[in-house]
C-alpha cells in the first residue's frame, strides 16, 4: 500500500471531531454513491482479513504530531518536580521531525498549541468550541411539541484557526483504488461536509493538496505510533510495552442509512489515537495496523468498522 498526505483547509465548524475510522465510514458513502455499491461490495472484500483497500488518519496540523499516549517519563519529561507537571500535560505537540529519534528525546522539542502555531507564524488559538441549542421535532407535526415533547439539548462545535492546514495520512491500495478516485471522494466530502449537521452547513473543508509520502527508514524503529482508533485486541503483542486510551466507539449509520428502523450501530472497543504499540514481530514496511471489523450493524449486514490505524515506525528507546 501507499502512503498520500491530504492537506484540508477547514471552512466552517465542524461538530464532529475527524477521526480517521469516522472519515473511512464517510468516504465509503461517497464511494457508493460515485461509482455504484457493487464497487464498494468489490473494496470491501477482504477487508476483515487484513486486506483494507483504505486506511484513513485523523486530521492534525501540518507537520505535527499529537503526544503519544505513554508515561510522561518515557518521552524524557522530568515528572519529579510537581510543580512543573501542569505545564508539561500542556506541551502536546510534536514537529514530524522527531519521528527520526528515540521516544526519550522527544521532550526537547515538546510545544503547547500556542508555541506550535508561533512556529507556523500564526496568532490566536489553535481550536475553539461553541455551542447550539437544538430541540427535537415531532416530524409527523413538524413542531417541538409540548410538556414531554420539548426535549432541547446542546450540540458542541469546534472552529479551527482559519489558517490552520489540517494534514490525513491514507493508506491507499493503489491496485483497487487510484489516487484519482480518493483525491475526488475527499473533494466530495469536503463540499457536502462532514459528519453531524452538514446540511446547516458544517464539517465543510477544501481540499488543498494531495501528495505521496515515501516510508521513514528508521532501522532501530521497534514499535508503532498510531494515528487513528483501532481494534488492536487479538492481534500478537508485548503486552507490557503497548500504551493506549481505551474508549468505546457508539457509532451509528450515516447517509442514507440514517433514515432506517435502526441507524444504531453495535458499540466496540477501540485503542483511541497515539497509541505506542510493540509486536512481536517488528515490520519496518508496514504502513497500518489493527484489524477490520464486521458485525456491527443489525440493520446493515454487511457494514464494516475501520479497526486500522495509519502507523509511524518510531524507537520506542
Request: glycine share 8%; net charge negative.
Amino acid at each position: 500500500m501507499q502512503r498520500y498526505t491530504l492537506s484540508i483547509q477547514p471552512e466552517t465548524a465542524f461538530a464532529t471531531p475527524l477521526k480517521g475510522d469516522t472519515l473511512f465510514g464517510q468516504a465509503c458513502w461517497l464511494i457508493r454513491h460515485c461509482y455504484g455499491e457493487e464497487q464498494l461490495s468489490n473494496l470491501l472484500e477482504g477487508y476483515t482479513a487484513q486486506k483494507p483497500f483504505m486506511v484513513v488518519s485523523d486530521a492534525t496540523p501540518k507537520g505535527y504530531l499529537q503526544r503519544p499516549t505513554v508515561p510522561l517519563s518515557l518521552l524524557g519529561f522530568d515528572v519529579t518536580d510537581s510543580k512543573q507537571r501542569k505545564q508539561l500535560k500542556g506541551k502536546k505537540w510534536f514537529p514530524e521531525s522527531v519521528l527520526s529519534q528515540p521516544l526519550n528525546t522527544w521532550h526537547n522539542v515538546a510545544l503547547t498549541a500556542n508555541e506550535m502555531l508561533d512556529t507556523m507564524g500564526i496568532i490566536g488559538e489553535l481550536m475553539q468550541q461553541d455551542s447550539q441549542n437544538h430541540n427535537s421535532l415531532n416530524r409527523k407535526t413538524g413542531t417541538t411539541g409540548s410538556s414531554e415533547g420539548f426535549a432541547p439539548f446542546q450540540r458542541y462545535i469546534t472552529w479551527y484557526h482559519p489558517e490552520v492546514v489540517l494534514n490525513i495520512q491514507v493508506e491507499i491500495d493503489e491496485h483497487r483504488f487510484s489516487i484519482e478516485q480518493l483525491q475526488e471522494v475527499f473533494s466530495l466530502m469536503g463540499m457536502q461536509g462532514y459528519g453531524k449537521e452538514a446540511s446547516c452547513g458544517l464539517g465543510k473543508f477544501t481540499l488543498k493538496n494531495v501528495s505521496q509520502q515515501e516510508r521513514l527508514n528508521l532501522p532501530q524503529a521497534n514499535a508503532f505510533l498510531t494515528l487513528a482508533p483501532c481494534t488492536p485486541q487479538g492481534l500478537s503483542w508485548h503486552d507490557e510495552d503497548c500504551y493506549y486510551q481505551i474508549f468505546t466507539r457508539f457509532g451509528r449509520h450515516g447517509d442514507l442509512a440514517v433514515h432506517s428502523n435502526n441507524p444504531f450501530k453495535n458499540p466496540i472497543l477501540m485503542a483511541d489515537s497515539d497509541a505506542v504499540l510493540t509486536p512481536q514481530t517488528m515490520d519496518t514496511q508496514q504502513g497500518w495496523c489493527g484489524q477490520g471489523m464486521s458485525g456491527v450493524s443489525k440493520a446493515i449486514t454487511a457494514t464494516v468498522q475501520q479497526g486500522y490505524a495509519p502507523i509511524h515506525l518510531i524507537n520506542r528507546g
